[in-house]
């Protein structure tokens, strides 16, 4: 016999309600089974203890989302080679028209591979750039701070750097302040700077 469309609703309703029915009895028998009678209080009985859960292989010291294993450094590379990026920052544009160029590179030892050293000494001594430095007798310092990480992968990290530069002149003294990528890679050493450029040189 076929039922009607209010019938097949009604149907349903019945069904569905059944169901809810017995899955509420399945439930509360349960309950009921695995619940044992309650214990006879005794005055000399202990506090309850009980063991910490042991914390599981995602999660860091802090409690959050240990990061690190999905990345290709740990926690203590980051932290080395930040500090190689902001020593650099802070040597970069630190220097002076009386300065060799030798000297310049110098005070980076260790901060820069050696490839990239031969680089910096290479640019700093370029003839138009040095004879506008002693011309206007220029003084420069700098400091740095990370803005962000542009990029990364197994041994090298790239970040974004704010450079501020303090430059004094026979015209005056200005402050400027530039976005450079600086890439860290890790050595036998530790981690070092191998290359920096204009952060809108490169691809964002």
């Known amino acids: 016999m076929e039922l009607s469309r209010g019938q097949q609703r009604l149907l349903f309703v019945v069904v569905v309600l059944a169901l809810g029915g017995l899955g509420i009895f399945l439930l509360g028998s349960r309950h009921r089974t695995a619940t044992p009678p309650p214990a006879r209080p005794s005055a000399t009985a202990a506090p309850a203890t009980s ?8 999660t860091a010291g802090g409690g959050g989302v240990n990061i690190y294993q999905w990345l290709p450094f740990t926690q203590q590379d980051l932290t080395a080679a930040s500090r190689a990026t902001v020593a650099f920052a802070a ?6 028209y009386t300065e060799p160029a030798q000297a310049y590179v110098a005070k980076m030892n260790g901060l820069v591979t050696t490839n990239f050293a031969a680089s910096l000494q290479n640019s700093y001594a370029t003839p138009g ?5 002693s011309a206007q007798k220029q003084i420069s310092t700098s400091s740095g701070g990370i803005a962000s990480i542009r990029s990364f992968g197994t041994g090298s990290i790239t970040f974004v750097v704010n450079i501020a530069q303090r ?27 191998n290359d920096v ?6 691809n964002q």
């Open 51 to 58: 063991t910490p859960a042991a914390a599981p292989a995602t």
């Open 91 to 96: 040597d970069y544009e630190n220097w002076s």
């Open 129 to 133: 750039v040095a004879a506008l430095r």
């Open 167 to 193: 430059l004094a002149t026979t015209s005056g003294t200005s402050n400027s302040t530039k976005q450079y990528a600086v890439t860290v890679v890790s050595n036998a050493t530790g981690w070092q700077v």
């Open 197 to 202: 450029e204009l952060a809108g040189a490169g």
